[in-house]
C-alpha cells in the first residue's frame, strides 16, 4: 500500500482523535507558538496548518491523546530493550520505527498517571510530551508504521513502573544557581527543544539545586525557539516540581556527554562525589577544578557508573 502523504496522514491521525501538530520538514522543532501545547484533532485546524506547512511533519501530543509511548534506540549499542522485555507480555499495539531506527509502541494510558522517564538503558518512556507520526521525515529517513493494530491498554509492568523504582535519587541540592549555570553553558538548548529531553533536565536541574535555579532555567530554556515565549509555563512547571525519579544529576551527565562535553561531564561527577548530600559545592569549583591525571579522571568516573548501576 502507497504510504499517505503528510497532510492526508495528519488528517487521519487527528479523525482517530489524536491530537497533532506541525513540526519542522525533516526536524523535531515544533512550527505552532506554542509548540505541541498547541496539538488539535480538530479537522480545519489540521487542514489549515498542513496547507500552510505541506512538507510538515506531525508531532503527536501524547498526554493529551490520552497514550504513552515506549522509545527504544535499538540502534544503539547497549541497548538493554530485549532482556528488559524478556519474561514480560508485550501486547499487540500500534508500533512505528523511527528515522533512526529505533522502534516507538505506542499504548493507551490512564489520564493523570505518572510515568518515570526511563526503563532502562536506551529504552525510554514518553508521556508528558510528543513524538513524531509516520510518515514523517528524519536524519533522511521516514517514520514507518509497522503494522495498523490500535493503541492497546499499558501493560500492568509499564503502569507499575510508575512507582519511582527504576532509579535512585541523590545529590539532591548539591549545587546553587551559579554552579549549574556553568554546567548549563555546555548544552545548546536547541539540540534539546524536544519536550521529554527538556523536561528530563529541568527536573535533573530543579532536583540538583533543591528547586533554587529557576532563573538560570528560564534563561537556559529561552535559547530555544519551543520555549523561548513560554517563560510563564516554564516558571510554573519548574514550580510544579517534586523529587522525579529518574532524573538527577546523571541526567545533566548524560546531557553533557551526548553534546559533546566531556570535561564538564567529568567535572560533574568528581563534585558529585567530593559533595555528599549535605553540602552545597560552589560555583569556583565548578569552573576552576581540574583533574591532576587522566589516572584520577577515570577512577572517578568509573566510581561514579559503578555506584549508580548499583543503584539502578
Not at 523535531?28 to 480538530?42: C, H, I, Q, R, V
Request: charged letters at 20%; hydrophobic letters at 45%; one cysteine or more.
Amino acid at each position: 500500500m502507497t504510504a499517505p502523504g503528510l497532510s492526508e496522514a495528519a488528517a487521519f491521525y487527528a479523525a482517530a482523535g489524536y491530537r497533532v501538530f506541525p513540526c519542522v520538514p525533516g526536524g523535531k522543532e515544533p512550527l505552532t507558538p506554542n509548540g505541541f501545547l498547541n496539538a488539535s484533532a480538530d479537522a480545519a485546524v489540521v487542514a489549515r496548518w498542513w496547507r500552510r506547512w505541506p512538507a510538515a511533519n506531525i508531532g503527536l501530543a501524547l498526554s493529551p491523546s490520552g497514550l504513552v509511548a515506549l522509545d527504544i534506540d535499538s540502534y544503539k549499542d547497549g541497548c538493554e530493550w530485549s532482556s528488559f522485555i524478556a519474561g514480560k507480555e508485550l501486547p499487540d499495539t500500534w508500533a512505528q520505527v523511527s528515522g533512526r531506527g529505533g522502534t516507538h509502541y505506542i499504548f493507551t494510558a490512564p489520564a493523570g498517571h505518572r510515568f518515570p522517564g526511563k526503563l532502562a538503558q536506551f529504552v525510554e518512556i514518553k508521556a508528558a510530551g510528543y513524538v513524531l507520526l509516520a510518515p514523517s521525515m528524519f536524519d533522511g529517513r521516514r517514520y514507518e508504521r509497522l503494522n495498523h493494530f490500535r493503541p492497546a491498554p499499558a501493560p500492568a509492568w509499564l503502569l507499575n513502573a510508575a512507582a519511582g523504582t527504576v532509579t535512585s535519587i541523590s545529590n539532591a541540592g548539591m549545587m546553587d544557581a551559579e554552579a549549574l549555570e556553568v554546567f548549563l553553558a555546555g548544552l545548546d538548548p536547541r539540540a534539546h527543544a524536544q519536550h521529554d529531553d527538556w523536561f528530563s533536565i529541568m527536573c535533573a536541574c530543579h532536583h540538583v539545586t533543591a528547586g533554587k535555579a529557576e532563573e538560570a532555567f528560564v534563561r537556559w530554556s529561552a535559547g530555544n525557539t519551543t520555549f523561548a515565549h513560554l517563560s510563564r509555563e516554564v516558571v510554573r512547571r519548574w514550580r510544579s516540581l517534586g523529587r522525579r525519579p529518574g532524573n538527577t544529576v546523571g541526567t545533566l551527565i548524560r546531557a553533557l556527554r551526548d553534546d559533546g562535553e566531556d570535561t564538564l561531564a567529568d567535572k560533574l561527577i568528581w563534585l558529585s562525589l567530593k559533595y555528599d548530600d549535605e553540602e552545597v559545592f560552589p560555583a569556583e569549583d565548578a569552573s576552576n577544578m581540574e583533574f591532576q591525571t587522566d589516572r584520577e579522571r577515570v577512577a572517578l568516573t568509573d566510581k561514579f557508573v559503578g555506584d549508580n548501576n548499583a543503584n539502578n
